[in-house]
């Protein structure tokens, strides 16, 4: 719905259809007006044969039309989500106007919570970090790392760099001219060099042992539980099913350890 307060007269047939003849006619009434027929303009509702050099231009001018009326709905729908936004209205909000899902909404206008000082977040609850803070997301599965990416994106500027096993997390913490990572975000299960191994060598190297480490994982298993917090783990949390609750554990995990809890200096 559009808002709690406001509730929409037509279902999306309806509205479609309204939509359809007003554009079509103010599409139509434009193209007249470019075309500048040389005999006045043609009475609405005439259709001049397609095969006529007359309707050829009719129809092309109408779809130059159509292409410019698109591109103008589209720049209108960024304000008008800028606007809800700002108004307080989530992606989940956004999604529902406009007859999609919260991660289309959120693919449609991304980093829209965060594009200025004054926009509101998704959820006000988590505050917007003073600067960007650097996280190492340690993670092979490509859809995992992009729900990850997007849910940090909510919480405010960071910069994310991500790596698909343990080998490539060391080469780029060991890089001379690599930023020391704020988080650590680990899988377990990878390629090469598994996030238990890099664990253990995480914290037995005085160069990276106090970046905080959170295991984030599709597995419960209780030896991984205590083998995670036997390495040292700072915490270790089981990668939820639900998008919405992924995304909120994501959520936590930045707002604990980037805002809430005190780290160490560089």
């Known amino acids: ?34 075309l500048q027929p040389p005999h006045g303009p043609v009475p609405r509702g005439s259709s001049p044969q397609e095969s006529s050099p007359q309707g050829q231009a009719r129809a092309l ?4 039309l159509l292409d410019h009326l698109q591109k103008a709905t589209e720049r209108l729908q960024q304000e008008a989500a800028g606007a809800a936004a700002r108004a307080g ?8 106007a406009c007859g999609m899902t919260r991660q289309g ?3 449609r206008w991304p980093g829209l919570f965060h594009h200025t000082d004054e926009a509101p977040m998704e959820h006000p609850m988590m505050t917007t970090p003073a600067r960007p803070f650097d996280v190492l997301l340690v993670e092979d599965d490509m859809a995992d790392a992009l729900l990850i990416e997007e849910a940090l994106s909510e919480r405010g500027a960071r910069n994310l760099v991500q790596v698909t096993d343990g080998v490539a997390a060391l080469e ?24 238990r191994d890099l664990l253990r060598i995480l914290k037995n190297d005085e160069a990276f042992q106090t970046i905080p480490v959170v295991v984030l994982t599709t597995s419960s298993a209780p030896d991984d539980v205590v083998g995670a917090y036997s390495g040292h783990a700072n915490a270790y949390v089981t990668k939820p099913v639900n998008l919405d609750e992924f995304e909120k ?8 350890y ?5 780290r160490p200096r560089s």
């Open 1 to 34: 719905m559009p808002g709690k307060n406001f509730v929409l007269r037509t279902d999306p047939q309806e509205t479609a259809a309204v939509v359809d003849a007003a554009v079509g006619d103010l599409a139509r009434r434009l193209a007249l007006q470019l």
């Open 61 to 64: 001018a109408l779809l130059h």
């Open 89 to 96: 209205a989530g992606y989940p909000q956004l999604g529902s």
């Open 105 to 107: 909404a959120r693919r």
């Open 172 to 195: 780029h913490l060991r890089a001379p001219d690599s930023v020391r990572p704020d988080l650590i975000v680990l899988d377990l299960n990878m390629p090469r060099m598994n996030g």
């Open 249 to 256: 554990a994501v959520q936590s995990i930045d707002a604990f």
């Open 258 to 262: 980037l805002d809430t809890a005190t």
